[in-house]
């Protein structure tokens, strides 16, 4: 999630506007949850303190659930996205999800597409494909330009493979729910 809260920022940057990424490590244990933030403003960023309430949660490993109270601080108004090829119910987190707007709570299989489309089960670059159809909180361009300067080559192809793929499922999710 590290390097997802840093391409994040850079995607942020190459759309103008200020952001930073940092992490936090809790207990340095081998396995232990590891919290990145990224704050993206259009202004000048003086903050340093973790955020305690955000605007948007992803989520890349939904076992965290039950050892963590992910959802303390997420704003009602919200984004929550997670990746993972379960239903909200299926996870026990439907009640959560149902509070957001509609479209706010997002599911998407980012792990799986890194895999199709990587190899290697990183899941950072799809979450961050799917965060762009979020709500476009940030542009796809941007993401996949953020991408391709972390990953160049054919690693950073692949990533945006699978971010695109992610993009795609966000964006058929919205469609369908505007549809209803």
């Known amino acids: 999630m590290v390097t997802a809260a840093e391409m994040l920022s850079v995607a942020a940057f190459l759309e103008g506007r200020h952001a930073q990424a940092f992490p936090s ?8 949850p590891v919290v990145a933030f990224c704050r ?3 202004r ?19 076992t965290l659930f039950k050892a963590v109270d992910v959802f303390a601080g997420l704003k009602s108004d919200g984004y929550l ?15 959560i ?12 299989p980012a792990t799986e597409l890194a895999l199709k489309h990587v190899g290697r089960p990183v899941p950072n670059a799809a979450l961050l494909g799917a965060f ?5 909180l940030v542009h796809f361009a941007s ?4 991408i391709e300067k972390t990953f160049p080559g054919k690693i950073g192809a692949a990533n945006v493979a699978a971010a ?14 505007a549809a209803v």
Request: hydrophobic share 45%; glycine share 4%.
């Open 25 to 32: 490590f809790g207990s340095e244990r081998t396995g232990a």
């Open 40 to 42: 993206i403003a259009d």
């Open 44 to 62: 000048e960023i003086r903050l340093r303190e973790p955020i305690l309430e955000p605007d948007c949660l992803i989520v890349q490993d939904p």
């Open 81 to 95: 996205l997670v990746n993972t090829n379960r239903s909200f119910v299926d996870l026990h987190i439907d009640q």
């Open 97 to 108: 999800a149902r509070r957001l707007p509609a479209g706010h709570a997002v599911a998407v």
């Open 132 to 136: 762009a159809a979020l709500g476009e």
């Open 143 to 146: 993401v996949q330009q953020a």
């Open 164 to 177: 695109s793929e992610a993009y795609e499922i966000v964006m058929a999710q919205e469609r369908a729910a």
